[in-house]
C-alpha cells in the first residue's frame, strides 16, 4: 500500500495486532491437546497458537480473548483471526466471532535522502526528542494521529499507530519536515 | 474503656477492672478504687522502630524525610566534582525538590533516587549551556547508562520540561582533559598539550559531523577516535602512527570503547575523500598514509570539500552521459554547488519513481534505486553507503479477509482423535519417568 502516489515512497507494513473476542470461556488444556501448532503457558494463563497461512500467531486466553500479531495486512489480519475463530469451533468451542479490531500496526518506511536529527528535533521541539547516548533514531509522536514516527539518521523510518490509515497519514506528516533537514545548516558563528 | 472478666482488684475485690492506658502505656484499672492492677512494660514497644511506616506517621510534617535530604546532599557533591556554577545548582536543587516528591519518585529504590539526584544535574546543566554527558552522570553515579536514561526520560515526564541536546564540539574539549598525555605525563615523544590536541580534535569532530558520520551514533567513540587520530597527526612520525588505539588508551589512561575502531576507519574514509584533493601531493592517498595530510586537510578544509563535491559530480554526470537509462523511470541529476562554504551535502538529485498498483513488497524499480542513493551522493551514513542486503519479500495475493476458509485448512490445524490419544499417552509416559528420576 502506497501513502500518495505523488511521493512514491514504499511503506511497507511488517506488523499488524488485532484483538477480538470468542464471547465463550475456552479451556485451554483442550486446546492444548487436541490442537497443532500450540503452546501451552500455564504460568501466563495462555496458549500461543500458530498459523501456518496467514503467518499469525496468536495469543488465546481461557476469557476468551485473542491477541493476533504477526500479520502484514489488516486483511491479512481479519482473515487470520478468522480462521483461528473457525478452528476453535471445530475444537468444539461454542465460538462468536466478535469485536474485530486492529490494535497496532508497524510499517517501516525509507527516505531516498540522509536526514540532520539534530537540526529535526531542534526544528520540531517539543514533539521531537533525540538522545543519541540513548537510541541512535530521533522518536517524534504526533498526538492527533496517535502515532509514534521513529527517524534514523539514514533516511528510514519506523512508524506505529492505530490503524494503516493513520500510519499513511503520519508519513506524509513527517515528509515535509524530514525534507527540510536533509542537509546539516549551515553554522551561524 | 473495656471491662475485662475474670480479673478480680486485689484491694477491693471488684471485678469491674478496665483497660485504661496512661500516655500510651497499658495500664489494668479497677474502676471502684483505683488501683493498678497490672501495667504494660515499656520494654515491649517494638524495638525495629514504628509499625506504622514512616510516611503514614505525623513526623512528616515535622521533619523532612531523611532520604529527600540525602538526595540533596549528592546532588550538591555532583555539581562540586563537576565544577558547576551556582545557578546551575541551585537549579538542579529544586528539580530534585520537585521531582521528589511525584508519586513516580517517591516510593522507589534507593539506587533509583540516587540516580534521579544525578539526572537533575543533567538537565539542569542542559538547560544553561553547560553540557555533559549521559555517559559522564553514568560514571559519577557508578550506573548503567541505560538506568540513567530511563530515569530521565521519566524525569523529564514529571517535571514538564525540555532540555537542548547536547552538541558534541562542546563537549569534547571536557572530553580532550581527561586524557593524560601532557609532557608531565608520559615521555616527550608521546606528549601533546591538551589545548593543541582539543583544537585539532574539534576540527576532526566538525569534518565527521559534516560527513555523516556524527548523526545517529553514541558521541563518546567518536570523540575518542577523534583524539586518537589528532594525537598521531600532531606528529605523525613511526613511533606514533605504530600506536594502536588500545595503546594509546593505555598511554593516556582512559578507557578504550570498541566502536571508536570503527569510527577512526570512517574518519580516515573521510578524511581520504579530501586528502585526494590536494594538488601537491603526488601519491594516491589511502587510509594508510592519510595521517601524514591531516594538518593540511583539516588547514585548507572547506576548499578541498568543494573541489572534491566537483569532481564526483563531473564523475557521476559523466556515468550517466554513457549508462543506458532504465525506460520507465527517469534520472535528473541536478547539481548545486554551494558558494556558502558551511554548507556540506553534494548533489540532490530527483528520482521520481512510477508506482503501479497496490503492491506491499519493495518494487523492483526502488530497490535498484534504494541502496544506490547512498553511492551517489559524496558523503552519506555509513549504513546507507554499505546498506544490508534485503530479503525480498514474496508480494502476498490479494487478500479480502473475508474469503470463505475450507474445512480442510482448518483441520490441519487439529489433531486426530488418535493423535490426540498418542499425544497424551506421552505425556504421562513423560512425567512419571521425570517423576521417578527426581525422586
Known sequence: MDSSGDEALDIIITNVVATFRTRCHLNLRTIALEGTNVIYKPEDGKVLMKLRKPKITASIWSSGKIICTGATSEDEAKLGARRLARCLQKLGFKVNFSAFKVVNVLAVCSMPFAVHLIDFTKNNRPIASYEPELHPAAMYRIKTLKATVQVFSTGSLTVTGPNVQNVAAAVEHIYPLLFECQKPKPLCK | ?439
Open chain 2, 1 to 439: 474503656m473495656t471491662s475485662l472478666a475474670g480479673l478480680s482488684c486485689p484491694g477491693c475485690g471488684s471485678s469491674n477492672i478496665v483497660d485504661d492506658d496512661l500516655y500510651s502505656q497499658a495500664q489494668l484499672v479497677c474502676a471502684d478504687c483505683g488501683f493498678v492492677v497490672s501495667e504494660g512494660v515499656l520494654a515491649d514497644e517494638p524495638v525495629r522502630g514504628l509499625d506504622i511506616s514512616y510516611s503514614r506517621t505525623t513526623a512528616v510534617t515535622k521533619r523532612p524525610c531523611v532520604n529527600l535530604i540525602r538526595g540533596l546532599e549528592r546532588v550538591k557533591e555532583i555539581s562540586r566534582i563537576l565544577r558547576l556554577r551556582g545557578e546551575v545548582e541551585d537549579l538542579a536543587l529544586t528539580y530534585f525538590k520537585q521531582a521528589y516528591e511525584h508519586e513516580s519518585f517517591i516510593r522507589v529504590s534507593l539506587q533509583r533516587k540516587e540516580v534521579l539526584a544525578g539526572c537533575c544535574v543533567l538537565v539542569s546543566c542542559r538547560q544553561l549551556n553547560w553540557p555533559i554527558t549521559v555517559g559522564t552522570v553514568g560514571c559519577l553515579l557508578n550506573a548503567d547508562p541505560t538506568l540513567v536514561g530511563g530515569v530521565y526520560q521519566e524525569m523529564l515526564k514529571v517535571l514538564n520540561v525540555e532540555a537542548p541536546t547536547v552538541n558534541i564540539t562542546d563537549v569534547i574539549e571536557a572530553h580532550c582533559q581527561e586524557y593524560k598525555i601532557s609532557s608531565s605525563d608520559v615521555p616527550e615523544e608521546f606528549a601533546e598539550e591538551s589545548k593543541d590536541l582539543t583544537k585539532r580534535a574539534v576540527a576532526l569532530v566538525e569534518l565527521a559531523a559534516d560527513s555523516w558520520i556524527v548523526t545517529g551514533r553514541r558521541p563518546l567513540p567518536i570523540m575518542m577516535a577523534a583524539v586518537y587520530l589528532a594525537w598521531q597527526s600532531l606528529k605523525p612520525l613511526k613511533h606514533r602512527l605504530s600506536f594502536s588505539l588500545d595503546k594509546f588508551c593505555q598511554l593516556a589512561k582512559v578507557q578504550k570503547h570498541k566502536p571508536a575502531v570503527t569510527r577512526i576507519t570512517e574518519l580516515k574514509e573521510a578524511l581520504c575523500k579530501l586528502g585526494k584533493e590536494i594538488p601537491w601531493v603526488g601519491e594516491s592517498v589511502t587510509p594508510g598514509n592519510v595521517v601524514q595530510q591531516v594538518g593540511d586537510i583539516l588547514e585548507h578544509r572547506y576548499a578541498l570539500l568543494r573541489r572534491a563535491l566537483r569532481t564526483h559530480e563531473d564523475a557521476m554526470q559523466a556515468e550517466c552521459r554513457s549508462s543506458s537509462v532504465n525506460p520507465p523511470s527517469e534520472e535528473m541529476v541536478s547539481s548545486q554547488i554551494s558558494e556558502r562554504v558551511a554548507q556540506t551535502a553534494s548533489s540532490v538529485e530527483q528520482l521520481p519513481l512510477s508506482n503501479e498498483g497496490g503492491k506491499q513488497a519493495v518494487e523492483e524499480h526502488s530497490q535498484e534505486f534504494e541502496p544506490n542513493w547512498g553511492k551517489r551522493v559524496l558523503f552519506a551514513p555509513p549504513c546507507v553507503s554499505h546498506a544490508k542486503r534485503r530479503r525480498v519479500e514474496q508480494p502476498t495475493p490479494d487478500v479480502t479477509g473475508d474469503e470463505e476458509i475450507s474445512d480442510s485448512e482448518i483441520d490441519s490445524y487439529i489433531r486426530s482423535p488418535r493423535e490426540v490419544r498418542e499425544f497424551s499417552q506421552t505425556q504421562k509416559i513423560l512425567a512419571s519417568s521425570s517423576g521417578g528420576k527426581s525422586q
